[in-house]
């Protein structure tokens, strides 16, 4: 799937002149985005000891950043493997139980799942106008608006369904929701709840900065801010979506970018060196922090 999109994404840009971008790529800008999306990598390090001290876990704060770092390594190759990984050497390393450590990173995914939705909202909001143009011009008002009330009256009666439920498959969706609220509650519920929450915006805050301090590197290339969003939404959801993005990342992102008008050899061109650039750090680091866990934590015992 993977290399067919990769296939796909360069049909609309020749290798020779994607090369050439890379050649003539302002890379201080480049590296002014890495240096964000390394602050998010320390930050999303250190929140996580907000979580592990209620269950009585102070980990080091050097295994928390080589366990976030290898957990993203592994995303690549196998979608939410991280979390396991992750898991597993604060297991392996600072005796955190796996099952409380995997707890903990999944109440964290529910509050940066929460940011995404934030961060749809203020672009729905910034870009009201520019969306409802798009929406009306390309469908019919009239079929949107049955078809979000077809929506609204459907939740509304599964959710009435689920409240009911007391065996089979809706159970299982009404523990699960009420399992996702009391995560997202908990987080309240802590001790240093205001710094948790101020990091999990600072993360997210350095994921689009990192995305906005990328596209200078492009001469000429204009994004509006609204560009911004939509277009870092659009490459959230294609990391999501494959191992990393690969192939789909710099499509996504293009897609986003010719909604205002942005060429497509320079939007392809960002989006395949934005990839690249946060891929290429996550293998680094990643493989660094690979070697150093062992390495460190012996150093640790010897002392």
């Known amino acids: 799937m993977g290399g067919f999109l990769v296939w796909y994404s360069l049909s609309s840009i020749s290798l020779e002149t994607l ?4 050649k003539e790529a302002n890379y201080t800008w480049i590296f002014l985005g890495l240096f964000f999306g390394i602050l998010s990598h320390l930050s999303r390090a250190y929140r996580w000891k907000f979580m592990l001290e209620p269950l009585g876990f102070k980990p080091k704060f050097t295994n928390s950043v080589l366990a976030v770092l290898v957990g993203y390594l592994v995303n690549l190759a196998l979608p939410r493997a991280g979390e396991i990984s992750r898991a597993t050497v604060m297991a392996n390393y600072e005796k955190i139980p796996f099952e409380k450590g995997f707890g903990t990173i999944v109440a964290e995914r529910i509050a940066d799942l929460i940011m995404m939705l934030c961060i749809i909202a203020i672009t729905l909001f910034v870009q009201f106008d520019f969306i409802y143009d798009l929406l009306t011009k390309n469908f019919n008002p009239t079929k949107i608006i049955i078809g979000l009330t077809v929506v609204i009256i459907g ?7 689920v409240k009911k439920a007391e065996s089979g498959i809706l159970l299982k969706i009404k523990n699960f929701v009420a399992g996702l609220i009391e995560g ?6 802590m001790k240093n709840k205001w710094a948790f929450i101020f990091h999990t915006v600072f993360i997210w805050v350095m994921y689009v900065a990192m995305f906005w301090a990328t596209i200078p590197a492009i001469e000429g290339l204009d994004v509006p801010f609204g560009g911004i969003l939509i277009g870092f939404i659009a490459g959230g959801f294609s990391i999501a979506a494959t191992n990393g993005g690969i192939g789909l990342y710099p499509i996504a992102v293009a ?3 010719a909604l205002f008008d942005i060429p497509t050899e320079p939007a392809t061109a960002f989006g395949w060196i934005m990839w690249t650039a946060q891929t ?4 680094v680091f990643g493989g660094l922090a690979f070697l150093i866990l062992p390495l460190y934590n012996n150093k640790k015992n010897i002392q």
């Not at 090369?19 to 890379?22: C, E, N, W």
């Not at 290429?280 to 293998?283: S, V």
């Open 19 to 22: 090369g050439k971008y890379f």
């Open 255 to 257: 897609g986003a970018l």
């Open 280 to 283: 290429a750090m996550i293998i």
């Open 184 to 189: 997202v509650t908990s987080i309240f519920k």
């Open 155 to 161: 939740f509304y009666i599964l959710t009435s369904f």
